[in-house]
C-alpha cells in the first residue's frame, strides 16, 4: 500500500453524525435558548460548521455567553448518549480492507473518544481504529493542532509521508498542511457547492464517493 497510516475523520466522513445528531441537538438548543429565533436548515447547519466553525458561530452570530455554552453542551450530550449514526456504505470494508493489509486506522475528530467507540461497537461491523483522538478541553491536543499526527508517529515509529488524512472540513485540512502529510477531502457527507468548491481547491486530492476513497488507498 502507498500508505502505512489511514486518518480518518469521524462526522460527516465515516458517519452521517450531523444529519443523525449534531443537526437534531442544534434545532433543540435553539428550542429552548433561542426560542424567537428560526434554526438553520440542515445544509445551512453544515455552512456553519464550515464557516465560521461551529464556537464562532455560538458566540457570535448567537451570542452565547460561557454559561449558555455550557448548557449547549449538555443538550448535545444528551442528543449523543445512546445515538448511533450509520456508517457511510463502504467505509467499514475499507477499514477492514486497510488493516487486514497491515495498515493502521487512526481517528481524529471533534466528537468525545467514547462516542466514537459506541459508534464502531455498534454499526462498525466488527471494525475498530487503533487509536481514537477525540474532542479535548485542551485546545492545544485538538485539530487543527498537529499534536495527533504526532503522537502517531511516534506511537507506531511513521513519518509523515506514511500517512494521509481524509476530513470533509477546515481542521482536518488545516492539520494536515501543518503536518506535511497528503490531505484527501471527503465529499460524501454532505453536498454544500461553497464547501466542495474550498476542499477541492485546497486539498491534495478529493473524492465525492466512498468507492473511489477505497480504489486509492486499497490499489
Known amino acids: 500500500m502507498r500508505y502505512k497510516c489511514l486518518i480518518l475523520d469521524h462526522d460527516d466522513t465515516s458517519v452521517s453524525s450531523t444529519a443523525e445528531i449534531h443537526y437534531p441537538a442544534h434545532v433543540e438548543t435553539i428550542k429552548q435558548m433561542r426560542p424567537q429565533l428560526e ?14 466553525g461551529v464556537m464562532e ?25 445512546n445515538a448511533n449514526p450509520h456508517f457511510f456504505p463502504g ?4 477499514i477492514k480492507g486497510f488493516q487486514d493489509a497491515g495498515g ?40 487543527p493542532s498537529v499534536w495527533p499526527v504526532e ?31 497528503k490531505i484527501i477531502g471527503a465529499g460524501w457527507g454532505q453536498k454544500v457547492p461553497e464547501i466542495e468548491k474550498y476542499m477541492r481547491e485546497h486539498c491534495d486530492y478529493y473524492f465525492a464517493e466512498v468507492s473511489q476513497l477505497a480504489e486509492f488507498i486499497l490499489n
Open 151 to 181: 503522537q502517531i508517529k511516534y506511537k507506531y515509529g511513521i513519518e509523515p509521508s506514511d500517512m494521509i488524512m481524509v476530513d470533509d472540513l477546515k481542521p482536518g485540512l488545516e492539520m494536515a498542511k501543518n503536518a506535511g502529510i
Open 104 to 143: 493502521i486506522i487512526a481517528v481524529v475528530s471533534h466528537s468525545e473518544v467514547d462516542n466514537i467507540s459506541r459508534h464502531y461497537r455498534v454499526n462498525g461491523e466488527g471494525v475498530h481504529p487503533d487509536i481514537i483522538f477525540g474532542w479535548d478541553y485542551d485546545e492545544s491536543k485538538r485539530k
Open 91 to 94: 467505509i467499514t470494508s475499507l
Open 57 to 81: 458561530y455560538f458566540t457570535g452570530e448567537l451570542g452565547f455567553n460561557e454559561e449558555e455554552i455550557k448548557v449547549e453542551y449538555d443538550i448535545w450530550r444528551k442528543f449523543n448518549e
Open 39 to 52: 434554526p438553520v436548515s440542515l445544509e445551512d447547519w453544515f455552512r456553519k460548521n464550515f464557516e465560521p
